[in-house]
């Protein structure tokens, strides 16, 4: 009697609906190589272009790299590298100093 004990209701679930595998997040592409999930690499934006540097004049492409909320996404977001995204952090801070950018969400 002292082993026995009462088993709730998520213990007595089968085991085959326990074992069975999780849908896929929506939104969540995953690419199968090698039988091992890998995601999508991305390139540079800026080192495709074979951009010499980042002009703080063309908010159009420095508006791509910033959020709804007017902040600098990370380049894990963006895809850029390390050099280029140093120089867009730059650049994006220069345009809001000269008020082509605003600080704050429109």
Do not use: W
Request: charged share 30%; with cysteine; glycine share 4%.
């Amino acid at each position: 009697m002292e082993n026995e004990r009462e088993m709730t209701g998520a213990e007595q679930q089968p085991a085959e609906a326990a074992s069975a595998p999780a849908a896929q997040p929506a939104g969540r592409p995953a690419f199968r190589q090698n039988g091992v999930n890998r995601k999508k690499r991305k390139v540079c934006q800026f080192c495709a272009e074979n951009a010499k540097s980042i002009d703080y004049k063309d908010t159009a492409k420095l508006r791509k790299f910033i959020s709804d909320r007017a902040k600098i996404l990370p380049k894990r977001v963006t895809g850029t590298c390390a050099k280029h995204q140093r120089e867009l952090a730059i650049a994006i801070k220069r345009a809001r100093t000269v008020a082509l950018i605003s600080y704050t969400s429109d």
